[in-house]
């Protein structure tokens, strides 16, 4: 299953990707991410959570890399990562090599608590956002 939601400054995009995904899955949430960029403020950061993910197909590599192409065409200033199992990642660092335009800043965490300091750190505006 893949959700993803937007805050309501248009800040931070939360993709969840949990138990066994499928590219149909990855498409829809594609397609959900382009329909609400115009929600998105440029600079805004990528929260991508692994936390419960078992298991993804291969096959989502196109439209994964199709989500950062859109993302990083619209400013996007960084993407955080929640990968509790280095094993589960299934890629994300070599697909961003081809599909994000400089500059991207990327930061891996093991934790979600992990996660949200960096956020906290590097995008202190973010705390005083609004929802």
């Known amino acids: 299953m893949v959700t993803c939601s937007l805050d309501a400054a248009g800040l931070i995009l939360t993709v969840s990707y949990s138990h066994h995904v499928t590219p149909d899955e990855v498409q829809v949430c594609f397609r959900t991410i382009r329909n609400q960029m115009h929600h998105l403020q440029r600079g805004f950061v990528m929260l991508s959570d692994l936390t419960t993910l078992e298991s993804m ?47 991207v800043r990327t930061h891996t965490h093991p934790n979600l608590a992990e996660a949200m300091k960096c956020l906290l750190a590097e995008f202190p505006d973010l705390a005083a956002a609004p929802g």
Do not use: W
């Open 57 to 103: 197909d291969e096959a989502c590599a196109t439209p994964l890399g199709a989500i950062m192409e859109l993302c990083s065409s619209r400013g996007m200033a960084a993407t955080v990562r929640v990968i509790p199992d280095p094993s589960k990642d299934i890629g994300f660092n070599l697909i961003s090599l081809f599909h994000f335009q400089r500059p």
